[in-house]
């Protein structure tokens, strides 16, 4: 059971470069969740799919794209890549994301840099 | 809108001291409230939370009080370890709405020296 999976850990891009951010979660949760984590900011939510088939703008969605293939996976994509996108990027998942006690789980990061 | 505010950074303590964090919170109606915690390098863990008013959060020898009239969840352990240094983050998911965003306080990193 590896929780809540992200790839690449790390990835250097040039600025106008398209990338794919990839998230699993094996907890057969229903919602999951792409946050960016900036110094002194906490974690801003990009997107969220409250279930299979949907998904939504979170706080900051500009310049990203998402894609809940399956219920498993959830993939972020930035089109054309700019240095203000420089973050580290998290995935979560919840079981029932209807729910206010339900806790999130984040898999481990991926550290993005923009030049 | 919804928004937390937690106590400023960074915090540095001798082992086996007492710590507080606090987090005080803006929502409407009743939000659930979470204490999350990040080592380095890594993603964030769940360290407890509260769901209702006057519910006492507690894990690994953290605990926090969901106060509805100071609106507020602070974070407290009467004795530091090493082992604790990381950030902290206090958080809270509202109880109306689709699935239930969750707003983050900006963190406290937390340094314990031996």
């Known amino acids: 059971n590896a929780g809540v999976t992200q790839t690449p850990k790390f990835q250097v891009l040039k600025t106008g470069q398209s990338m794919t951010l990839q998230c699993a979660q094996d907890m057969n949760h229903n919602s999951m969740y792409w946050y960016r984590q900036d110094p002194g900011m906490g974690l801003r939510l990009i997107y969220y799919s409250a279930s299979e088939g949907t998904t939504d703008k979170g706080e900051v969605p500009n310049g990203y794209n998402v894609s809940r293939l399956n219920k498993r996976e959830f993939s972020l994509r930035l089109e054309s890549a700019a240095p203000s996108q420089t973050s580290v990027y998290f995935c979560?998942?919840?079981?029932?994301?209807?729910?206010?006690?339900?806790?999130?789980?984040f898999g481990p990061g991926t550290r993005l840099t923009v030049l | 809108g919804d928004s937390v505010t937690q106590m400023e950074g960074p915090v540095t303590l001798s082992e086996e001291a007492c710590l507080t964090i606090n987090c005080t919170y803006t929502a409407t109606g009743y939000p659930s409230l979470f204490w999350y915690v990040q080592y380095p390098g890594e993603g964030l863990q769940l360290l407890l939370k509260?769901?209702?008013?006057?519910d006492k959060g507690s894990n690994k020898g953290f605990e926090a009080t969901y106060r509805k009239e100071t609106t507020s969840f602070h974070l407290e352990k009467g004795s530091v370890q090493v082992s604790d240094s990381a950030v902290y983050f206090c958080?809270?998911?509202?109880?109306?709405?689709?699935?239930?965003?969750?707003?983050f306080g900006s963190g406290t990193q937390l340094t314990v020296l031996p």
């Open positions: 958080a809270l998911s509202p109880s109306s709405g689709s699935a239930r965003q969750l707003t």
């Open positions: 509260a769901t209702k008013a006057d």
């Open positions: 979560a998942s919840s079981a029932r994301g209807l729910l206010s006690t339900d806790t999130q789980y």
